[in-house]
């Protein structure tokens, strides 16, 4: 008698809790009735699927129209950035080990669970390519077209090569010019669904680095000669390291910003034009001691620097002519990508979320997404953002995507924008970046450029090649650099 009552108000708990969740589940969905008096759109909601009591939404990752949601349970969802259609749904390495942000480029996504770096095809999720890296990762890694980079704590950067297998039909002549559209769209879809690595291993090249690599690092510019890549550390230095493909024997670290403390932030890339010879792509690096940084990709020389006054660990967001530098206590700075002047300022914002043609979208410090007028930093709007959700950065495109940690995917868009706005890059190549200080236009100013004489001097007890490399260049090849040989 006395266990029936105690039984019943436990099977009334149960299903109390069950309903609230339900609800909170349906409170996440932004109503389309809300986000038209925002002048928005949701074009489509999704849910992952996850076991709501164990595992969480980590991170997301959008990348050439797709969407990678990554949990902590080591599965990899794959979504349409358009429709929400889940592409495939993988598991990546074991549940019990952490993963990483993923990366991805036109073939593979690269992920990095425990002690090792899995390389699975992006078009299907089929694994492809696993090898234990051979040092501490510090974060996730990057990749080009060819190679997957790997960041370790203690500073060391591995680069693994990725050789696919050559389909024999190309080997024997069967494929060749002159097809139809038909007959190559049939052999591309087979391509992609066919992709296959290289299985023998091949030892990874290695550059050290000063401090410790703990931020994922960004693949610059890469051709059919040569690949850049670009790493911060925890001691205030942004390396910029090179492999030449025609050689494949060497990553040579090619220069170095330093900065007065630690960059927590993952540096961006503005990309070079392909309509003006010469051209430079522009690095752009946010540090905690309050600066934003633009250096050229080519040379390494300071094109400005712009100070804060106050810790920046966001990345710095480069869209078009503008930059966006969001600081720690609340404040986004707009900036000139060209000269670094102050555009604007706006208080209480912590975050950049998306930029579409007239406005940005932030957070501020309230949790609220905060509407901007582009040209003058004006507040225009504001609404909530769902509780819980994992505030994803798209400097993409102009969509707005909202992600829960129980796996509520929701993409928003203004409602007159059908066709999204494709900011870094399109089929037809990217746009043209910010250009440096043509004559007549002031010079950064005496002491802000750290590469004088083409090379930054070494300070003291700071060249992590000793012994290996004279002490007036410290990026100068050494004989025994490589440990892996």
């Not at 076991?51 to 991170?59: H, I, L, S």
């Not at 949790?367 to 004006?378: E, P």
Request: net charge negative; hydrophobic share 40%; glycine share 8%.
């Amino acid at each position: 008698m006395t266990r029936s009552p105690l039984l019943a108000l436990a099977l009334a708990g149960t299903l109390a809790w069950a309903t609230l969740s339900q609800a909170a589940f349906y409170d996440e969905i932004i109503p389309q009735t809300t986000a038209a008096r925002h002048g928005l759109t949701r074009t489509w909601y999704s849910q992952i699927q996850l076991d709501r009591t164990r595992a969480r939404v980590a991170e997301v990752l959008l990348h050439g129209g797709t969407l990678f949601v990554q949990t902590d349970q080591a599965v990899l969802h794959a979504l349409d950035a358009e429709t929400g259609q889940t592409l495939w749904a993988v598991q990546v390495g074991r549940r019990g080990h952490p993963s990483m942000r993923p990366a991805a480029n036109g073939d593979f996504v690269a992920v990095i669970n425990g002690s090792y770096l899995y390389v699975v095809n992006r078009h299907n999720g089929k694994q492809l390519w696993e090898t234990m890296v051979d040092t501490a990762p510090g974060a996730g890694p990057a990749l080009s077209e060819q190679r997957a980079y790997v960041a370790g704590v203690t500073g060391m950067v591995l680069s693994y090569l990725l050789e696919p297998v050559k389909d024999p039909r190309v080997e024997l002549g069967i494929i060749r010019a002159g097809q139809t559209e038909e007959e190559m769209a049939a052999m591309e879809l087979d391509r992609r669904e066919s992709l296959r690595l290289q299985q023998d291993y091949v030892p990874p090249l290695a550059a050290q680095s000063a401090g410790r690599a703990i931020v994922q690092p960004v693949i610059t510019r890469e051709n059919d000669g040569e690949e850049f890549v670009a790493w911060p550390t925890d001691r205030g230095f942004l390396f910029v390291g090179r492999i030449d493909r025609g050689e494949q024997d060497r990553f040579e670290i090619r220069y170095r910003l330093q900065t007065e403390a630690g960059i927590s932030a993952q540096p961006t890339y503005l990309p070079e034009s392909p309509d003006i010879v010469g051209d430079s792509g522009i690095i752009y690096a946010a540090s905690r001691d309050g600066y934003v940084h633009a250096i050229r990709e080519r040379s390494g020389t300071a094109l400005w620097r712009f100070s804060t006054g106050e810790p920046l660990i966001e990345p710095a967001v480069a869209i078009g002519r503008r930059v966006f530098a969001a600081t720690q206590p609340g404040g986004m700075y707009c900036l000139d990508a060209k000269t670094g002047d102050q555009l604007w300022w706006a208080p209480q914002l912590i975050q950049f979320i998306a930029a579409s043609k007239d406005r940005v979208y932030v957070v501020d410090r309230l949790g609220r997404m905060v509407v901007l007028d582009v040209a003058t930093g004006a507040r225009l709007d504001a609404l909530p953002f769902p509780t819980r959700s994992v505030r994803m950065l798209n400097d993409q495109t102009d969509r707005i995507y909202l992600v829960s940690e129980t796996g509520l995917v929701q993409c928003l868009r203004e409602t007159e924008q059908v066709d999204p706005i494709v900011h870094l890059y399109s089929q037809e190549g990217p746009p043209a970046p910010a250009q440096p200080p043509g004559p007549g236009q002031p010079a950064p100013p005496a002491g802000d450029n750290p590469f004088e004489g083409g090379q930054p001097a070494a300070p003291a007890d700071d060249n992590p090649f000793e012994g290996g490399q004279p002490a007036d260049d410290p990026f100068a090849p050494a004989a025994d650099d490589n440990p892996f040989d």
